[in-house]
């Protein structure tokens, strides 16, 4: 059994398709979606947590390949910045999936769990040394710097 966080990009000709119900159907693969901006005549991004037996997450990831959906992994559309960090622990008051946390009292070192993360944003916005951000293009889609 294997589950990944992935990010989904959807080209506008596919928005209005039953891509999840096809994949969950067809490739036996469970959809938990934890963000989605899907409008008509738009492009689409849809993040989602996918689970099934590896071979069939693989074909199923292949045939969103083969529909024109780009596939990217969550945890490399996510970012932080170390060196800016100051830990002040402000990002761990808006986090709702505790991705960000602060586990040790005495130390109260900001922690940061890619694999809670489900790219939200409200960090970024909060963060006051601008540590944490969402790596964006000028279209405001996130970076592909790892496809799948």
């Known amino acids: 059994m294997i589950s990944k966080k992935i990010i989904l990009h959807f080209p506008n000709r596919m928005v209005d398709q039953p891509i999840i119900y096809l994949l969950s159907k067809e490739y ?31 074909r199923g990831v292949e045939y969103l390949k083969r529909q024109g959906v780009i596939v990217q ?3 490399k559309g ?29 130390t109260m070192e900001v922690t940061f769990d890619v694999e809670k993360c489900v790219a939200c944003s409200l960090c970024v916005d909060i963060c006051p040394s601008k540590a944490m ?15 799948i």
Not at 34 to 45: C, H, Q, S, T, Y
Not at 133 to 145: M, T, Y
């Open 78 to 106: 996510v970012r932080r910045d170390d060196q800016r960090c100051t830990q002040c622990g402000i990002c761990t008051s808006v986090c709702p999936t505790g991705a960000l946390s602060i586990p040790d009292r005495k």
């Open 28 to 58: 036996d693969l469970v959809f938990n979606i934890l963000l989605a901006r899907i409008m008509p005549n738009e492009k689409g991004v849809m993040v989602a947590e996918l689970s099934g037996e590896k071979e069939n997450y693989d």
């Open 133 to 147: 951000h969402v790596a964006l293009n000028k279209s405001g889609e996130l970076v592909l710097d790892e496809l």
């Open 73 to 75: 992994l969550l945890s």
